[in-house]
Nanobody, 123 residues
């Protein structure tokens, strides 16, 4: 049974924008923080942004001021708004759920993962 489903990836030119969505099964969304990770070819997966139930957030330095993570708890959905995209943002982006309502950059703190969506920034 699929628990997290990402959408919204694609090809965009440098400077462009995309919004990623992650729809979660209600049973796993309600009391946990959520995060977006990414993995570029040949690189380790890294946390991009995370958000708690109450809306507290953190971001990797490279996306601060350009990306915004937010959630709609009524829709069991978390979003990643990505603006001013750069070629180095190219990666597969994954949505994930933490084991509790706290912010973490550590993969082991996340217990549910989506299948990933490709984001390619190129001219």
């Amino acid at each position: 049974q699929v628990q997290l489903v990402e959408s919204g990836g694609g090809l965009v030119q440098p400077g462009g924008s995309l919004r990623l969505s992650c729809a979660a099964a209600e049973s796993i969304f309600s009391i946990n923080a959520m995060g977006w990770f990414r993995q570029a070819p040949g690189k380790q997966r890294e946390l991009v942004a995370a958000v708690t139930m109450g809306g507290s957030t953190n971001y990797v330095d490279s996306v601060k001021g350009r990306f915004t993570i937010y959630r709609d708890n009524a829709k069991n959905t978390v979003y990643l708004q990505m603006n001013s995209l750069k070629p180095e943002d190219t990666a597969v982006y994954y949505c994930a759920r933490t084991r509790g309502d706290f912010l973490s950059h550590k993969e082991r703190e996340y217990d549910y993962w989506g299948q990933g969506t490709q984001v390619t920034v190129a001219s």
